[in-house]
């Protein structure tokens, strides 16, 4: 089950949704974390009854190529949502923050300008146990609540365009 949010409220149940096809985008840059997140990701929907065809995981080298990847899926209409994840820890150098800026902002304009939502699953932290933490450890996964969010906002869809 997921995590709990920050402030201690449970996350609310996932609705009901069918005929739902999903991409999964991960970096393979600090692929130990972002293969937990795929795989927390992939365990809610198996336990959601998503057929293995349904959900479709694609690598990228890194947290900057994930825009690109998200854009080109979308492109094909194959899917109803597109999760990315990546994992970008802090360093001595302002990299750090141009990859931030580089992948909050590409995400952030393909949900502005696109039909089918893109959930943001980058971590962004200061070190390695700070991801480890939020991939499985004991902030719970990350990857599980992006795609329950992916469910969730299938679902809005769904009604907005009832």
Same mark, same amino acid.
């Given at each position: ?110 949900? /502005? ?32 609540? /992006? ?16």
């Amino acid at each position: 089950m997921s995590t709990s949010l920050s402030n201690g409220a449970p996350t609310s149940a996932l609705p009901k949704v069918e005929n739902m096809r999903v991409a999964i985008v991960a970096a393979e840059w600090n692929g130990h974390i972002t293969s937990a997140l795929t795989n927390g990701a992939l365990e809610v929907f198996k336990n959601q009854g998503f057929a293995p065809d349904d959900v479709k995981v694609y690598h990228v080298p890194g947290a900057v190529e994930l825009t690109f990847a998200a854009s080109q899926l979308i492109e094909t209409g194959n899917f109803d949502a597109v999760i990315v994840f990546g994992c970008v820890i802090r360093g001595g150098t302002p990299h750090f923050d141009y990859v931030c800026q580089s992948v909050t902002q590409g995400i952030t304009s393909l949900n /502005a300008d696109c039909d089918i939502p893109v959930i943001f699953g980058v971590l962004t932290v200061d070190n390695e146990q700070d991801a480890l933490d939020r991939a499985g450890g004991v902030l719970g996964n990350k990857g599980s609540e /992006a795609a329950e969010t992916a469910i969730k906002m299938f679902d809005f869809i769904c009604k907005v365009q009832e």
